[in-house]
């Protein structure tokens, strides 16, 4: 059998080598502190068990820390990876699907209008709101999921669209309509169609 087919490292003997120098490096340690401290009683020697659970400690350490780590990383990236995946995801609509999706954003616009001739410019913003959300996911820019909140879908936006301001606009007056007091004025709503017409380039 040639000599190439055998393994030259393996994770096993990786870990074991690690384990073996952190041990040397402890041994190594106090067998300093042994030699800085006169004190001590000849053949002094740290216990086995001791030993075992300094390592046990270790280990145990290393191991928080790195899924620390990797949970600050997650943090950090996954808005990216959901937005790579969103892209990649199903980007298939049929004529029919096509069809049905530009209806409803239709629909939504018309009940906007409707509200805006009646007054209530809350519920006019809100359903431009929605309008840009089927839009949104009728283009494969992000998917339409009902657990999705206005930042989820502004950090999505940020790392995917240029320019993000007429977003920006309609996400801030709807949680605005969501968590906040203020009166929706007929300037807000056309702030909000303004925004709807630069992002479906109206």
Same mark, same amino acid.
């Given at each position: 059998?040639p000599?190439?087919? @055998? #393994?030259k490292t393996?994770w096993?003997?990786?870990?074991?080598?690690?384990q073996?120098?952190?041990g040397?490096w402890i041994?190594y =340690?106090?067998s300093?502190?042994?030699?800085a401290?006169?004190? /001590?009683?000849?053949?002094?020697a740290?216990s086995?068990?001791l030993g075992e659970?300094?390592?046990?400690l @270790?280990w145990l350490v290393?191991?928080v @820390?790195?899924?620390?780590?990797?949970?600050?990383?997650?943090? #950090?990236?996954s808005?990216y990876?959901?937005?790579w995946?969103?892209?990649?995801?199903?980007?298939?609509?049929?004529g029919?699907?096509?069809?049905?999706?530009?209806?409803?954003v239709?629909?939504w /616009?018309a009940?906007?209008?409707e509200?805006?001739? =009646?007054?209530n410019y809350?519920?006019?913003?809100?359903?431009?709101? =929605?309008?840009i959300? =089927?839009?949104l996911?009728?283009?494969g820019?992000?998917?339409?999921q009902?657990?999705?909140t206005?930042?989820?879908?502004?950090?999505?936006?940020?790392?995917?669209?240029?320019?993000?301001?007429?977003? #920006?606009?309609?996400?801030?007056t709807?949680?605005?309509?969501? @968590?906040g007091d203020? #009166?929706i004025?007929?300037?807000n709503?056309e702030h909000c169609?303004?925004?709807?017409?630069?992002?479906?380039?109206?």
């Open positions: 059998m000599t190439d087919t @055998f #393994e393996s096993d003997w990786q870990i074991s080598q690690l073996q120098q952190v040397e041994e =340690q106090f300093r502190l042994e030699s401290l006169p004190g /001590l009683p000849p053949r002094w740290i086995p068990w659970l300094l390592k046990l @270790f290393l191991g @820390f790195v899924v620390w780590l990797l949970w600050l990383l997650w943090r #950090e990236f808005p990876v959901y937005s995946m969103n892209r990649r995801g199903n980007h298939t609509p049929t029919k699907t096509t069809i049905t999706s530009e209806l409803s239709t629909l /616009l009940r906007s209008q509200f805006y001739r =009646q007054g809350r519920e006019a913003c809100r359903c431009l709101y =929605q309008a959300l =089927q839009h996911h009728d283009t820019v992000v998917r339409h009902p657990s999705r206005d930042g989820e879908y502004l950090q999505f936006l940020r790392s995917s669209v240029t320019p993000i301001q007429p977003y #920006e606009t309609l996400i801030t709807h949680e605005q309509l969501c @968590f203020a #009166e004025l007929p300037e709503y169609q303004q925004a709807y017409r630069e992002i479906a380039g109206e």
